[in-house]
């Protein structure tokens, strides 16, 4: 996958992050890791959007879907209920790699399904934030 530039998208409640629950999300926030990512991968374009509401994810997936990008999502509690996310995924060319900072196969029963999983091209779990750095390192190296 030749891919220059990368959209990271995340949903709901991902703005609180390095303030809430440290004990699971850490104590970094998403502005901080970001400037580690663009100086890490200075040939990657890298966009970032952050959203609590679903349609603007939605409209954003829209936007960018369309053009030579990779997507990495990490849509929040919307994995585990908006089919509406997973057909704006399937609807677009773009690559997706799904992305959740905790595992959220070790939480909540009601977390251990992803309707983004079957339409994705990777699921990247539990990774920490370094789980960002590893969706970049899929679109690189595949």
Same mark, same amino acid.
């Given at each position: 996958m030749a891919i220059s530039s990368i959209i990271i998208i995340n949903g709901p409640n991902l703005n609180l992050l390095g303030k809430r629950q440290p004990e699971i999300y850490g104590s970094t926030s998403f502005e901080v890791y970001l400037s580690t990512l663009r100086a890490?991968?200075? $040939?990657?374009? %890298? /966009?970032?959007?952050? =959203? #609590? &509401? /679903?349609? &603007? !994810?939605?409209?954003? !997936? &829209? /936007? @960018? *879907?369309? =053009? $030579?990008? *990779?997507? %990495?999502? #990490? @849509? *929040? *509690?919307y994995t585990h209920t908006s089919i509406a996310l997973a057909d704006a995924v399937a609807g677009i060319p773009a690559p997706v790699v799904e992305v959740h900072i905790s595992d959220i196969y070790a939480r909540e029963s009601f977390r251990h399904h992803s309707y983004l999983k079957e339409v994705c091209i990777h699921s990247i779990i539990g990774k920490g934030l370094s789980g960002y750095d590893e969706a970049i390192e899929h679109f690189l190296n595949g």
């Open positions: 890490k991968y200075p $040939e990657i374009d %890298i /966009e970032y959007f952050q =959203s #609590n &509401h /679903e349609g &603007h !994810l939605i409209d954003c !997936l &829209h /936007e @960018a *879907g369309f =053009s $030579e990008i *990779g997507v %990495i999502l #990490n @849509a *929040g *509690g």
